[in-house]
């Protein structure tokens, strides 16, 4: 599905049409409709450039315990 905005609206709201891509793309993280993943695609950034922007916009990562033990198992480390 293709989606055009005008550029009589994008002037109106001061943004670029990257701009307003990485702006989607923050706000669909995180109201968590996409993963970091889709939504860096979808902003067409790399990772630590989407999390730059998601810092800026104060929004916090998406970072469960769950993905912290399966990051700790996949580095072989164990807790005590």
Do not use: P, W
């Not at 995180?30 to 922007?53: C, P, T």
């Amino acid at each position: 599905m293709a989606v055009v905005i005008s550029d009589e609206v994008l002037r109106k709201v001061d943004l670029s049409g990257s701009e307003l891509l990485i702006e989607l793309a923050c706000f669909l993280y995180e109201k968590k409709k996409l993963s970091s993943g889709k939504a860096r695609k979808l902003a067409n950034l790399s990772q630590i450039d989407f999390q730059k922007e998601l810092s800026k916009r104060d929004v916090d990562l998406h970072y469960t315990k769950e993905d912290l033990d399966l990051d700790m198992k996949n580095l072989g480390i164990k807790l005590k």
